[in-house]
């Protein structure tokens, strides 16, 4: 007999494979998030690579204004080509020093939440096929389509179980009446033993 608004063994099967196929799919993303963290500790290196080339060419621009300082306080007549390069290393100077604040800045941010996510980045690394990626990239592509099913097929049932309960309760109590009325019919003991 079945219950009025109460899933059947096929619903809950239907929907535990559902919910195993969301979960495959979940698993599938790991590949994917680890490879963007590589991918962001890649830019990280890159940017290190960066901030130590706009240092060499700070450094080197400090040379070539000074002597270009040198230049100009030792000479009389100052050349407009002199005054044209000076501006230019000067302009270099200051949208390097731009670029190496903005780096530092934009470093300073990154580096605690990567460093804490090096160990799984590591272990990603270590543990990740690239059948995993691929199963992660599938499962990314179905998400929405899995998130509609369980929203409109699992939560339901998920729902309706939850007045099962109650309703079991009284039908185990309405039995254990049941018996008890049928234990005080004369005779009823009878036809028990012959049953057994």
Do not use: K
Not at 51 to 60: G, I, P, Q, Y
Not at 91 to 112: K, T
Not at 113 to 121: E, N
Not at 174 to 179: G, K, P, V
């Amino acid at each position: 007999m079945r219950l009025p608004g109460v899933p059947g063994p096929r619903d809950v099967l239907a929907a535990g494979e559902r919910a195993v196929e969301l979960v495959d799919g979940l698993l599938a993303i790991v590949p994917r998030i680890s490879a963007l963290l590589d991918a962001a500790e890649r830019l990280l290196d890159e940017a290190r690579d960066v901030l130590a080339r706009f240092d060499e060419t700070r450094t080197t621009a400090d040379v070539l204004i000074a002597r270009a300082d040198a230049t100009v306080a030792g000479t009389a007549v100052v050349v407009d080509g002199v005054q044209a390069a000076t501006a230019g290393a000067d302009a270099l100077v200051v949208a390097a020093a731009a670029a190496q604040v903005r780096l530092v800045e934009l470093l300073d941010r990154l580096e605690p939440s990567l460093t804490r996510l090096q160990p799984t980045l590591e272990r990603l690394a270590e543990t990740t096929d690239p059948r995993e990626v691929d199963a992660l990239v599938g499962l990314v592509d179905r998400l929405p389509v899995l998130a509609e099913q369980v929203e409109r097929d699992v939560v339901p049932v998920m729902q309706a179980l939850s007045s099962v309960a109650p309703d079991l309760h009284d039908l185990l109590d309405t039995s254990r009446e049941l018996n008890e009325m049928l234990a005080r019919v004369p005779g009823i003991s009878r036809l028990r033993g012959r049953d057994d």
